[in-house]
């Protein structure tokens, strides 16, 4: 009899272990950054020069948006570029070479390189056309936008382009043919600041507009598209493509499907403005979704999910329906 009472019942034994499994956080890990397979892990000072744009990028939307507004064209087209040269630094065109695949041969590197030449020179023609336009001058000579900006343009981002899709090499280091890429979208949005803060704004859409708008136009369109294959895939790019070539197939193509159709040079000037890229999409980017993003990093970094998470789960977890109780409060 006395045996029987010195032992302890399964019950109680099933309850101490029970209690002693609970964890002491439920969530954990929640703000935890997901890698994608192509983007780069930077150390050293390539990751405090990378953090320091992001910085600088995210404060110029919190100044223009709260503090010094800016002109709206021009703000969404600096919004773009800074998105461009971020994403060409932090995503790669290809698949690393510790990922089972060899580094790109020495060919790729210096070709790369090379190509920051003619990339620069375009760069150093926005700050002259930008004096010529300053002192007085109506137009730009058209000799000079195709020649010295448009041609280099689009031979220095298309060649790039191609280039980044071949680069291979460790996922913490850095890729000179997305670097091409970089002062190539510096370069076409530079020209656009130049040529909208003129007269030449009204003229956008028309057989009278500059070719440098299209050539810039046409060049951040690419840098653009491969951008976004790099974040999101090929989906988007494809449908992109497909409207884009019904522009210059409208004529060609029969029934209620034709049109008279737009030359090269009409179609693009008119792509980078409020009826175009710098529309309502890229409002509502540059205006609200840049400030949730900047918030939700503010959170990821200072690990405040796994603490919303707990203490959703504590208030109403073991409430009947709690599942239910706890999406609620995390959605409040």
């Known amino acids: ?27 954990d890990g929640v703000d935890d950054d ?7 892990l ?10 320091a744009l992001a910085i600088v990028y995210s404060s110029f939307h919190l100044i223009s948006l709260n503090v010094y507004p800016m002109e709206t064209w021009s703000f969404r087209i600096v919004h773009i570029a800074g998105a461009l040269v971020l994403g060409y630094g932090l995503f790669s065109g290809a698949r690393f070479a510790d990922d089972g695949h060899q580094a790109s041969g020495a060919w790729i590197k210096w070709a790369s390189y090379a190509l920051l030449i003619p990339a620069a020179y375009t760069l150093a023609q926005v700050f002259v056309m930008y004096q010529t336009l300053s002192g007085g001058a109506m137009r730009i000579d058209p000799n000079i936008e195709n020649w010295h900006y448009g041609y280099p343009l689009m031979a220095t981002t298309a060649g790039a382009i191609v280039l980044s899709w071949f680069y291979r090499q460790a996922r913490h280091r850095f890729n000179p043919a ?11 949005a530079g020209y656009l600041l130049v040529a909208y803060n003129t007269n030449i704004r009204m003229s956008t859409g028309t057989s009278f507009a500059p070719s ?23 989906a988007l790019v494809v449908i992109s493509a497909v409207f884009l070539t019904y522009v210059f197939a409208g004529p060609y193509l029969p029934g209620f499907l034709g049109y008279p159709g737009l030359s090269l040079q009409r179609f693009f000037s008119q792509v980078y403005t409020d009826a175009g890229i710098l529309g309502p999409t890229t409002a509502v980017s540059s205006t609200y979704i840049i400030l949730f993003i900047i918030f939700a990093a503010f959170l990821q970094a200072s690990k405040v999910g796994d603490y919303f998470v707990n203490f959703a789960f504590a208030a109403a977890g073991r409430a009947r329906g709690g599942p239910a109780k706890v999406a609620i409060l995390l959605l409040a």
């Open 1 to 27: 009899m006395s045996h029987k009472t010195d032992q302890e019942p399964n019950g109680l034994k099933d309850d101490a272990h029970a209690a002693s499994a609970i964890p002491e956080s439920i969530a």
């Open 34 to 40: 997901v890698v994608e397979s192509n983007r780069r």
């Open 42 to 51: 930077f150390t050293g000072w390539q990751f405090l020069l990378f953090a």
């Open 178 to 188: 997305d670097l091409v890429l970089m002062v190539c979208a510096l370069a076409s």
């Open 212 to 234: 440098g708008i299209s050539w810039a136009a046409i060049a951040g369109s690419l840098l653009i598209l491969e951008l976004t294959r790099r974040v999101a895939g090929l």
